[in-house]
């Protein structure tokens, strides 16, 4: 008899983005006319910038010569991608990484549910409240984090991050095993400071912990003063792994390209109390799971670090940046304290009221989708997310209608 992973059975109804998606099909069918607004699901609206296109196209053409097609390519990454985020996203900003370190993937989002596989089953795990749902979720399937019980799980630690906090979570009261962190976060939109930072990194040396540090919106920050990368930390390389993603850095969300970096240094213990090499374990798991990204979407991927390439994701981001600002501006007239869409293209702000009830006001009123913030945690409860990413006249659409569908209630 085929039976199921009962651990599956613990996870909350489906995914947000899922649910999303399906609360929008079922008004869309009914509502045929209604020309709605996505500020969901933070998928990117701009096309790939054109330094990506041409290289892209380049690397297609060379896959159609028998001279320079090329079949499995090296199972971490080609060395031309290493080199350049080795080079450009760390070293650049004082952070001793090296190529070897960079293992290139088809998404952050993977690595952060597959990277708990490496860990034991008893282990304690700390994540922010809010949370993005895949770190929960991928502990949830693997059977780490008990039964689900008034909006928890039993065996999570959970950080809240509120207003009091300024949405940065204390240190964990205890000691626990292995950290989330996600900076600029998904979903506060909030930024962590360099010592705040270094006060996670001293927590997990001294605490024989690990820190998976998600820096997908990176691209983002604005303020020179805040951290690129947790490898800015002194000490960190022992006791912290990174993910970024080309996806809200450069449209890559449909072409799909991202990486992990696992310092060599970076230990994990055995039961015995030994060390052992985590990049050694993943890389073992990729090469066993993972057949790498393909060969054009590298080259895609690479060309974003020629100047050209620099130039073309700053106006990206810089555009996305805009619409947060626009965002940002029109629910603080309406009288909302709002965090994040500075360094960041997620808006976080509490509406006062249910935050379902309050996605399906705006589905029903105004015709645009925003994600409610209960879907990210407990802390969440009350509060939205509006992301920033789409067209700017879209943008400038959906805030005349909320302000229509808010001033009328
Ligand atoms: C989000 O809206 O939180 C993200 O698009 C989800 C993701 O990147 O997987």
Redesign the pocket.
């Known amino acids: 008899m085929i039976r199921v992973n009962e651990n599956y059975l613990k996870l909350q109804s489906s995914y947000l ?1 899922s649910e999303i998606g399906k609360r929008m099909a079922e008004f869309q069918k009914k509502n045929p006319q209604a020309k709605i607004i996505r500020m ?4 990117v609206t701009l096309p790939l910038p054109r330094v990506c296109l041409d290289a892209f196209h380049k690397a297609v053409d060379e896959m159609g010569d028998a001279a320079t097609f090329k079949g499995y390519g090296p199972d971490l990454g080609y060395d031309f991608l290493r080199e350049a985020v080795a080079k450009h996203d760390f070293q650049a900003h004082g952070a001793d990484i090296n190529a070897d370190e960079v293992i290139i993937s088809d ?3 993977c690595d952060s549910a597959n990277i708990q596989e490496l860990f034991a089953s008893d282990i304690t795990i700390a994540v922010p409240d809010p949370v ?1 749902p ?1 770190y929960v979720d991928s502990n949830v399937m693997a059977g780490r984090t008990g039964s689900y019980s008034n909006g928890r799980y039993g065996k999570l630690v959970y950080l809240e991050s509120t207003e009091k906090n300024n949405f940065i979570p204390n240190l964990p009261e205890g000691k626990v095993d292995l950290i989330y962190l996600c900076f600029p976060n ?2 506060t939109g909030a930024t962590i400071t360099k010592d705040a930072l270094k006060k996670w990194v001293d927590y997990a040396r001294e605490n024989k912990a690990l820190i998976i540090y998600d820096a ?1 919106y990176v691209q983002f920050i604005r303020d020179t003063s805040l951290p690129q990368s947790i490898f800015e930390i002194p000490g960190s390389r022992e006791v912290a792994i990174e993910m970024r ?1 080309y ?2 850095t450069a449209g890559f ?1 449909g072409t799909r390209c991202a990486y992990t970096v696992i310092p060599r240094d970076c230990k994990i213990w055995t039961n015995k109390g030994e060390k052992t090499s985590l990049h050694g374990l993943w890389n073992r798991r990729q090469t066993t799971k993972f057949n790498g990204v393909s060969y054009p979407v590298q080259r895609a991927a690479a060309a974003i670090y020629t100047p050209e390439g620099q130039k073309e994701i700053r106006e990206i981001s810089d555009y996305y940046l805009g619409n947060a600002a626009l965002i940002r501006k029109a629910f603080t007239a309406l009288g909302y304290k709002c965090t994040g869409g500075e360094n960041s293209p997620y808006i976080w702000l509490d509406t006062g009221m249910d935050s379902w009830e309050f996605f399906d006001k705006m589905l029903a009123e105004a015709n645009v989708v925003i ?1 409610p913030g209960a879907g990210f945690g407990k802390c969440g409860e009350g509060f939205i ?1 509006v ?1 920033a990413f789409n067209q700017r006249e879209n943008v400038e659409k959906a805030l005349e209608r909320i302000k229509a569908a808010l001033v009328k209630k």
Not at 40 to 43: A, N
């Open positions: 983005f969901g699901i933070g998928d998404g952050a989002k993005y895949v998904n979903p997908a993603s996806s809200k969300t994600t997310r992301s």
